[in-house]
């Protein structure tokens, strides 16, 4: 994919005088880089990330390394990820309008994306932390995943088209090969990489790499998500990846993108909020017992999924245009009531999956490599170490009992249950 | 793909002016043309298809044509399937050694494989009707289905490798397109392409196609199909696929590969089989009642699923050097035994998957618009009718029932009661 012939990483000095012979930039910017204000403020795992000011207006640069930033040059990442990561902000820009930063300009070579600068808004997983809440934040993560899942399947797309796409996106190995090892198959061994509170969780680690049912339960969500390309996912849908400001929130970083599970994205978007819930009782304060704010990431995950159904349903009953459950068969045959036994079926299938890929997500952002800053900003390790272990017990469940958990509520009930134990 | 500006159909007076360059050719045949054979012998519904002898050997040079053959120009198809082909071929001339015909050379512009001519091979769909039976079929097919569908998938495969293949298979879709559409969706409606044995089946189709939990079913094999990712299928694995001679068995013409889930094959394969067995009682005469080939029939079946899963069974034990359920997880850690568990659940899914192709494959036969020899030939209508009506029931039940029926003799029970029910 990409040539690294030409590549060279900008740097806050460089990048205004290599980014101002780009019509789309100067239009933004000015033609004048002396007013330019460049920072660097990539705090993600992976790349260089430059917010630009001018007077005018503001842009943000992002632009591949090609090895994994968290790590450094050890670790060799192929810059393709950028192209990987156009390719699947474009076509969530058309399937969810408004729900990603718009961007200016790609520059395959140079692995460089430039996109709308997202402002007053902050990562959403800062929210979580400092108990802020968002109106209408389940509804449009809810909205966000019906309408790219279902618009990058067989469900709507037209097959050729599909199968085109499924081919582009299988080049993206390197980041595929992250969440392979990772999220499914590290944390359940003594991996090199792997971290976690230590003495604390070390009984709790062991009962989890000893429980075979678990790690047999995990390696099915990997078959699930190696072979199942059933759409395109972001494939790294965290609440690092979303952008909020009161009421708006933007999904980014869809670099992992990959043809996948139905249920993969929906699944790592919940297992975020219910570590922010298990972390919650830390973040207490003698004003805020964070008792209504962890009722709010409840309601989030709630609407989350009520609004997925509701609009995947909404798609399904009116864009149906692909080739699965096609009109000629139901419709056109008087058999439309069938469809709502398909339908039925169909999410009931994705809510299974996405209860297991919730629990591997837990287990690995609390053992793996990747932690997430709800728990790691912590201090007491005691108070630390009873969080996660309430996350790592839901998770278990989650991942074990997938199929015979209905419902929001059932997980609800699942965690507070698991979290009344765990304090006891 | 093809780059169809050079392509040029061959014939029986050009190909020897126009194949005697290529050394390889030469070899086999020798460099005097004068004392080349050729004869066109395609009887497929695709291609192009010659035998070519000189005094010293015989090669099969096949080469695709810019349409269906069976249909004419007024279906266009794309050349490309050669390439398929070339590529499927060579990767189970690896994985299943022996299985498959030697390939000599092939041109990506013509569309052409010359290979190996297997002699004095036939079809083996000939000796369903004829009555022939072949030693160790049986073992010979549910070995290649094991190894070719193993070393294929995400257990065996480099993850990398693998996510290449995908890419590179998920081009040929056009001959996916033929299967998502004759397979799954044309024979549950009165799509202008089909066609029945009439009146006499007429109710039954009837029938079929107002039942909506089979096309329920029938649509949930073709999600499947169309997203389960799972290894390098042969993708047309019937009984007119297989040349066979005494007991030697090659499986050919693999340019529907794609790209799709374990059961496929394998049930697509017993389907041809189960209509075989349908179709006996037509073939008898007053000295051969057919019911000992029949029981033959019958343990051909039996025999491709027990040494499909006695070969899966030991190529996951032995070869399973993929990422999925990896020693790092089991094996090192003592857990060794939980494989058995995950092996068997694994075969369960892919023998569940096989009977909902099985059902598809037999109703598409039967109503669609490719049929089968051992049907088609029947000349008395009424009597043709019955042994697809017995074909037809035991297809609606496999289908409908796939997650109840757990053994080959439970298929062989269906397949007698059903018999018996149809004749009186």
């Known amino acids: ?13 460089t990048l205004p005088s290599r980014l101002v012979s780009l019509p789309v930039v100067t239009e933004q910017l000015g033609e004048d880089i002396r007013t330019w204000q460049v920072r660097e403020v990539g705090d993600g795992n992976l790349n260089l990330v430059f917010i630009v000011q001018s007077g005018t207006a503001s842009i943000v640069v992002k632009q591949a390394l090609p090895y994994v930033r968290l790590v450094g040059d050890s670790w060799p990442l192929p810059l393709s990820r950028s192209f990987y990561e156009y390719h699947a902000l474009s076509r969530q820009a058309v399937r969810a309008p408004g729900a990603v930063p718009g961007i200016l300009h790609f520059d395959e070579e140079q692995a460089l994306i430039v996109m709308e600068y997202l402002s007053p808004h902050h990562i959403l997983r800062h929210s979580l932390q400092q108990g802020l809440i968002h109106e209408t934040l389940g509804e449009t993560l809810g909205q966000f995943c019906a309408d790219t899942l279902f618009k990058g399947s067989d469900y709507a797309m037209d097959a050729a088209t599909r199968k085109h796409d499924v081919g582009l996106f299988s080049g993206n190995t390197a980041l595929c090969d992250i969440t392979e090892s990772l999220v499914f198959t590290d944390p359940f061994f003594d991996a090199p990489m792997n971290r976690h509170t230590s003495p604390q969780l070390d009984s709790v680690v062991a009962d989890i790499r000893a429980d075979v049912g678990l790690k047999l339960a995990a390696q099915r969500m990997k078959l699930a998500f190696c072979s199942q390309a059933e759409t395109l996912l972001h494939g790294d849908l965290h609440t690092g990846s979303v952008m909020v400001y009161e009421a708006d929130a933007k999904v980014i970083d869809p670099e992992f993108a990959l043809y996948g599970p139905m249920g993969f994205d929906i699944g ?10 298990c972390a919650q009782p830390a973040y207490a304060t ?6 209504a704010y962890s009722e709010w990431i409840q309601t989030v995950i709630e609407d989350i999924w009520r609004h997925f159904t509701r609009q995947f349903t909404h798609l399904w009953q009116t864009q149906r245009t692909g080739i699965l459950f096609p009109s000629t068969l139901f419709e056109d045959q008087g058999h439309a009531a069938a469809l709502d036994t398909a339908l039925r079926d169909e999410l009931h299938r994705i809510w299974t999956d ?52 209905g419902s929001t509520t059932e997980v609800f009930n699942l965690m507070q249950r698991t979290a009344a134990e765990v304090e006891t």
């Not at 728990?375 to 278990?396: F, H, S, V």
């Open 286 to 291: 003698e004003s805020d017992d964070r008792l």
């Open 1 to 13: 994919m990409s040539n690294t012939q030409g590549y060279a990483p900008l740097d806050s000095e």
């Open 268 to 277: 790592m978007l919940i297992a975020n909020f219910i570590m922010a819930w």
């Open 354 to 405: 996405s209860l297991g890929f919730c629990g591997c997500e837990i287990i690995r952002r609390t053992l793996g490599l990747a932690h997430i800053a709800e728990y790691d900003d912590i201090e007491n390790p005691d108070k630390r170490a009873e969080c996660e272990a309430a996350g790592l017990q839901i998770a278990r469940r989650l991942l074990v009992d997938r199929e015979r958990i």
